[in-house]
């Protein structure tokens, strides 16, 4: 009886759908329902829109046709993600976690403040991207309630034990050093007297960074310099050994992250991050510690958890 609830739901949902269309057949826009989950559809636009909204970073340099390109290429693996989150915002509902709008207003005006706009730059920056500003609201809520089950539902159930600190240190000696530092590899393009040369050898670095080649695979082939040969790996920097610029990089960079290209006199590097080092037997060490174990913990109490949502709902994606 459930399923035939289901089907009848997706059913009047698609000729919705369809009547819109046909009222609107004058329009380039056409909307289509994607998937239905427990008693929500979920439609094309909307899935464009959640792509928009989470990839944001990622494409704000893209060309509309790199833009599709990553998409199409993601589009499944976005579905499925945004199926997650329809589950998980049920379940926050459930348990009666929530989220005032005073608290999403004050989210967006962090935003302008960082970036520097005004509000009509800022409804002009999302009316671009195909968004309203509720569109963006309602986006921007998602997150921070899921956000809140997250920390109430599966995080705030992990235990961390002394022990577990520092049998880890133990068996991970590349933590530990004299001196605090961070481990790093790099692309370096020469300075050339062409500059559209260099940028174009640089744009190339970037692209197929963007398009989800490994660093290594990437240094190798295209850095100019010694590096090119372990695949852009330099090692350990000593936080003291380098200029504090530099320093002020990776310290404001996560584990993995990879950086804006830096323009110097020599040519342009792009760094990632690869690890951090820390001074031996120091609070910094054992708080990065128990960092590193409540995520691997998290990451497996967080499958465990999607997977009990998935198995009590009903979820259908269309062909």
């Known amino acids: 009886m459930t399923r035939l609830i289901h089907f009848i739901i997706s059913i009047f949902a698609i000729l919705f759908i369809t009547l819109i269309c046909q009222a609107e057949a004058n329009k380039f826009f056409v909307d289509r329902v994607i998937a239905v989950v427990n008693r929500e559809v979920i439609t094309w636009s909307e899935l464009y829109k959640y792509m928009e909204f989470i990839s944001r970073d990622e494409i704000k340099n893209m060309t509309p046709d790199e833009k599709f390109k990553y998409f199409k290429k993601r589009e499944e693996e976005f579905l499925e993600r945004l ?27 962090d935003i302008k403040k960082k970036y520097n706009l005004t509000d009509k730059e800022f409804e002009e920056n999302l009316k671009k991207e195909g968004m309203t500003l509720n569109d963006y609201k309602n986006m ?9 089950a997250l920390n109430s539902l599966v995080r705030s159930k992990i235990i961390i034990t002394e022990a ?14 004299d001196e605090e530092g961070y481990y790093v590899s790099q692309i370096f393009i020469k300075m050339r007297e062409n500059q559209n040369e260099m940028k174009e050898k640089v744009n190339e670095a970037i692209k197929k960074l963007i398009e989800g080649e490994s660093f290594s695979k990437v240094a190798s082939q295209l850095s100019e310099d010694a590096s090119a040969k372990t695949g ?35 040519g342009v590097y792009i760094f990632k991050l690869d690890g951090l080092c820390f001074k031996k037997g120091s609070e910094a060490l054992k708080n990065h510690v128990r960092t590193l174990i409540e995520d691997e913990k998290f990451k497996k109490e967080y499958k465990l958890w999607g997977r009990s949502l998935r198995q009590r709902a009903y979820i259908e994606i269309m062909d």
């Not at 320093?247 to 323009?263: D, L, R």
């Open 164 to 177: 577990e600190i520092n049998s880890f240190i133990s068996s991970h000696p590349e933590l530990s050093c």
């Open 140 to 148: 921007m809520k998602e997150q921070i309630l899921i956000g809140r």
């Open 83 to 109: 199926i997650d989150t329809k589950l998980q915002m049920e379940e926050a509902e459930r348990y009666g976690i929530f989220v005032a709008e005073s608290e999403i207003d004050f989210a967006i005006n």
């Open 232 to 266: 852009g790996a330099i090692g350990l920097l000593k936080k003291s050994e380098i200029s504090p610029e530099l320093a002020n990089v990776f310290s404001k960079m996560n584990v993995g992250q990879i950086s804006e290209p830096m323009i110097t006199v020599n």
